[in-house]
């Protein structure tokens, strides 16, 4: 059974750093891009960074850029995503995500909330 697990959430004033976690179980971690997604109050699902199986390639959405960086470790079985300078615009629900050739896999999300 594929589970992913995301941590890290929690309130944090502007300008303030969060680092999220997502542990991932059930699948060899190693062979799969991993993803980043997000969803405010209100708001469709929308995704914020993907890097592929060694970390090749990383891609960010342009509102995140230069602030959010998503890295893994394959033998830890995690993927991060370090978010620095966060604005109140930033506040969401944030996912993990991978697919396989027929599935997806979500966690259940870690809330971020940025407010003073």
């Known amino acids: 059974q594929v589970q992913l697990v995301e941590s890290g959430g929690g309130t944090v004033q502007p300008g303030g750093s969060l680092r999220l976690s997502c542990v991932v179980s059930g699948l060899k971690f190693g062979e799969y891009v991993m993803s980043w997604f997000r969803q405010a109050p209100g708001k469709e699902r929308e995704w914020v960074a993907l890097i592929t199986q060694t970390g090749g390639v990383i891609r960010y959405t342009d509102s995140v850029q230069g602030r959010f960086r998503i890295s893994r470790d394959n033998d830890r079985n995690t993927v991060y995503l370090q978010m620095n300078s966060l604005k109140p615009e930033d506040t969401a629900v944030y996912y993990c995500?991978?697919?396989?050739?027929?599935?997806?896999?979500w966690g259940q999300g870690t809330q971020v909330t940025v407010a003073s």
């Open positions: 995500k991978t697919q396989s050739a027929s599935d997806d896999y």
